[in-house]
């Protein structure tokens, strides 16, 4: 099925550091939603956005949903070691909760 | 605290055998679940969409007839893997979305996942 264009693939930074990570899609989605997965568990949701140019902040992550509403990005400040793990970008249209993926952003934090 | 809960979190099961996933709501009505497939280091696939009270809908190539998928009240659908063979072999994702007062802007939360082995 249809997955949405997730950059960068991986990402190796120092703790401390920020990171970014964004999604693009060629068609529009109404709701975008950012996942944290770690090994051998589900998603857990980080961060929802459901209007075109809403910013919503989440302790140290922040997240943006495109006014043209075909992308979305993530930041995360002040990176910790516990920030590891594959983050996916979401969105879906209508009012079926019918989830597209992101393909995942591998995030290694080296203390 | 987790909103879905999915049971077992492993299993091992031999080639031939049948499989049931089950994947509940703790404190919202779903009238809608999805299943999820996903391989190591690869996303999420949608399997299916269950929806209370009817059939599932399958995405294009999920067997329904080797994935059933029940739901049959709100809060609790089920995945049968049937004659599972070790291709089946992979993590097998729940998600639920919430109705009604107060879960009508809910976005999706996931289960914790079943590690399917067959040997």
């Known amino acids: 099925g249809q997955q949405l264009n997730q950059s960068p693939q991986s990402m190796f930074i120092q703790e401390g550091e920020d990171v970014s990570m964004n999604c693009t899609s060629s068609?529009?989605?109404?709701?975008w939603l950012w996942y944290k997965q770690d090994p051998g568990e589900g998603p857990v949701l980080l961060i929802a956005?459901?209007?075109?140019?809403e910013l919503t902040s989440n302790g140290r992550l922040t997240a943006q949903f495109g006014i043209t509403r075909k992308d979305s990005f993530l930041n995360i400040s002040a990176s910790i070691p516990s920030d590891v793990g594959i983050y996916f970008c979401?969105?879906?249209?209508?009012?079926?909760?019918?989830?597209?993926f992101g393909k995942g952003t591998l995030l290694t934090v080296n203390p | 605290g987790a909103v879905v809960s999915q049971h077992p979190s492993r299993v091992i099961c031999k080639s031939g055998t049948s499989v049931k996933i089950e994947c509940r709501s703790l404190?919202?009505?779903?009238?809608?679940m999805f299943w999820y497939r996903q391989f190591p280091k690869q996303s999420l696939m949608l399997m299916a969409t269950?929806?209370?009270?009817?059939?599932?809908?399958?995405e294009q190539g999920v067997e329904k007839d080797k994935f059933l998928i029940n739901h049959a009240s709100l809060t609790l659908s089920t995945l049968t893997v049937t004659s599972a063979h070790p291709e089946d072999s992979s993590f097998y994702i729940c998600?639920?979305?919430?109705?009604?007062?107060?879960?009508?802007?809910?976005?999706?939360?996931f289960g914790n996942g079943t590690r399917l082995t067959v040997t």
């Open positions: 998600s639920a979305s919430g109705q009604g007062r107060g879960y009508e802007n809910s976005p999706l939360h």
């Open positions: 269950s929806n209370e009270g009817s059939k599932a809908t399958y």
């Open positions: 404190d919202f009505q779903a009238t809608t």
């Open positions: 068609s529009i989605f109404n709701t």
């Open positions: 979401a969105g879906y249209r209508g009012s079926n909760y019918k989830l597209t």
């Open positions: 956005l459901y209007k075109a140019g």
